[in-house]
């Protein structure tokens, strides 16, 4: 049985990305007991599955590394991998959080040598890569994933090749009888940092996502740069690994769209414009992008950024949504259809990889949040009063770039810790 | 040749055209709406073969360009597919903008000359409202004569078959040429209309009025 102490004076974070990280640190560093819950079985969330952040384009394994290391410094701090909200019910100072927690079957003997994937065959799609790669059934989710402990795919169990796994194991880490544990916490103040989910790209059916393959997100396309990544580090394009040396950018694929998402997913424009130096990077000045937009919003200090990408001769604006994208069937470039706004002309333009601006939406859906909080109609976390002890942090409240997602789970920590205060009646 | 109204909008709107079409075109509200983002313009089918696509139009409006907008064969071109409203991301209403648009430039007295959407769209108006029935055989043989005897006696030739066929199958009749069937209650037709046409007239006028 997991054993965890919890009581009205606990703060519970549920989600262990940047901001779910970031709360739990920052209310245990003021001398609170927290427990971080987390759906996968590592921390990180989908920052760890960036390649560099923007605007200064650094590596995220950095911060990631400092943020480990101030967990393993805390010991009011408890992180559950693997574990699901199923239930929450009490008021302000007085909750009641029923976790699932599915079974990792590997216990925290694991030293990571990884003599249990050797003796593993059979391979599932990679999460991690958005599903653009394999992974084995008995994996380490990624290079970076904290605990840095091995995973054995449910899928697998029952299998000889499970067995085989635990049989290879040096340390007594593998143990293929773990089950489905449910626990009650209790908790003064829960904090919601479930962040967010790309937008589905097959519904936005003008752009092909479905039927293209040299049609991507922007996430996806992170995963490409990644030397861990399905590709090894390469920019090659889906459809026959050419070098994708002419990309396409389209803003706002799904965002500021009534028939899609309505708000705007404020990271898309950065991230883009980001993306533009990693076709530099590879290529240099072989490498050409082009971004089509609405309008580009690069806000306050990122506008440097903006002014810098702008300055590339290798990189173009057209001002424009696209309107369509069709196939070359002969070459599989993609070729984009629309009309430029600035002078009215009609385009049809070849390229040989289109990375769709998919925006953000939150990742669960809290209309039907077993007790009573605000929501907004896209669906994120307003701070309202009536929320009582439970506030949102990072993308749960609104789309964010990491900069503000961290600074917004630092404020959520702080109500947190005000909450579980008063409940100790200091 | 222009109208006695479209004086008095000249007078009243002096230089402000989207107050112009906000307050008297069909869903011309919307047009302060539009983003630029160009969805509509390469979604139209019929896109190559505009004048202006319709994101352009309403820049023009916006930019106060009167005589080009009202002028223009544009809006005229509009085929109703509603691809450009699908996709519209604030779902402007871009079809009836473009028909608003064609009615206040025909009614301003700005269209297009020759220009054939309209043309039949008279003809279909002036065959409507004359037995409150549509007459299918005058309309059809109206819209192959328009552009002269000559052209006309060649185009009917050409549909002969369809004619028959249509005959045959009981959807035409050629004893429509006398006459042709219509509204029971005829003068209660043409009183309805006369009517609906003073409700517009002393709407137009309400417009126009210096205030």
């Known amino acids: 049985m997991t054993d965890v102490v919890a009581t009205n004076q606990t703060i519970i974070v549920v989600g262990g990305g940047i901001s779910g990280m970031t709360a739990a640190l920052e209310a245990t560093e003021t001398g609170k007991q927290v427990i971080l819950l987390e759906k996968r079985p590592y921390l990180g969330g989908r920052v760890s599955q960036l390649y560099k952040y923007f605007p ?132 003064g103040a829960v904090i919601f940092a479930t962040g967010w989910k790309p937008y589905d790209a097959n519904k936005i059916q003008p752009y092909g996502y479905d039927r293209f393959a040299n049609v991507i997100t922007n996430v996806e396309f992170e995963r490409l740069m990644d030397p861990h990544g399905p590709t090894g580090g390469k920019l090659l394009r889906p459809s026959d690994g050419k070098e994708a040396k002419n990309v396409a950018f389209i803003q706002c694929a799904g965002s500021r769209d009534k028939n899609h998402l309505a708000h705007c997913s404020r990271i898309c424009c950065m991230a883009s414009l980001k993306q533009t130096n990693y076709v530099q990077e590879k290529f240099g000045d072989d490498g050409k992008s082009t971004i089509y937009y609405i309008d580009m919003r690069a806000i306050d200090r990122f506008d440097d950024f903006y002014q810098k990408v702008q300055d590339n001769p290798n990189v173009s604006f057209i001002k424009s949504k696209v309107a369509k994208v069709e196939e070359d069937k002969a070459s599989g470039n993609p070729v984009l259809h629309g009309v430029d706004t600035e002078g009215y002309k009609r385009y049809a333009n070849q390229h040989d990889l289109v990375v769709l601006a998919t925006g953000m939406e939150p990742s669960v859906d809290f209309k039907g949040f077993p007790v009573k909080i605000m929501v907004n109609d896209e669906g994120f976390i307003e701070q309202d009063d009536s929320n009582g002890g439970i506030f949102a942090a990072g993308v749960a409240s609104d789309a964010l770039d990491v900069n503000r997602a961290v600074q917004h789970a630092t404020a959520a920590a702080l109500r947190a810790v005000q909450v579980v205060n008063q409940v100790a009646g200091a | 040749m222009t109208t006695a109204v479209n004086q008095a909008m000249v007078e009243k709107y002096k230089g402000n055209f989207l107050k112009e079409v906000t307050d008297n075109v069909e869903e011309g509200s919307w047009v302060k709406m539009c983003m630029q983002c160009g969805v509509c313009s390469g979604s139209c089918p019929l896109g190559p073969h505009w004048d202006h696509p319709p994101q352009e139009l309403f820049m023009m409006i916006r930019a106060n360009k009167r005589e080009e907008v009202l002028s223009s064969t544009s809006m005229w071109m509009c085929t109703s597919c509603y691809n450009c409203v699908a996709r519209c991301p604030r779902g402007l209403p871009i079809t009836h903008i473009m028909h608003g648009l064609a009615h206040y430039s025909k009614r301003m007295g700005m269209k297009p000359k020759h220009q054939p959407t309209e043309q039949f769209g008279q003809m279909f108006w002036d065959n409507l409202t004359k037995k409150g029935r549509v007459n299918e055989l005058k309309l059809g043989l109206g819209l192959y004569f328009k552009d002269g005897f000559a052209e006309g006696v060649k185009v009917s030739m050409g549909k002969q078959k369809l004619g028959l066929n249509m005959m045959k199958a009981k959807r035409m009749s050629p004893m429509e040429m006398l006459g042709g069937h219509g509204v029971k209650d005829l003068s209660g037709f043409h009183a309805m209309l006369k009517k609906a046409e003073e409700l517009e007239a002393a709407r137009v006028g309400e417009n126009t009025d210096a205030k």
């Open chain 1, 56 to 187: 200064k384009m650094c590596h995220p394994t950095c911060g990631q590394e400092i943020n480990q290391r101030r967990i393993k410094m805390n010991q009011n701090l408890t992180v559950l991998t693997q574990a699901e909200v199923a239930n929450i019910s009490g008021n302000t100072g007085d909750y009641t959080v029923s976790v699932t927690l599915t079974p990792r079957y590997v216990n925290n003997h694991c030293t990571a040598c990884g003599e249990c994937a050797k003796a593993a065959t059979t391979e599932f799609d990679d999460e991690f890569n958005y599903n653009m790669g394999k992974r084995k059934g008995v994996y380490l989710p990624n290079a970076m994933a904290f605990p840095q402990h091995y995973v054995i795919d449910q899928r697998l169990i029952g299998t000889a090749e499970a067995d085989a796994a635990k049989a290879a194991c040096k340390y007594g880490a593998i143990d293929l009888d773990q089950q489905v544990e449910t626990l009650d916490l209790k908790a």
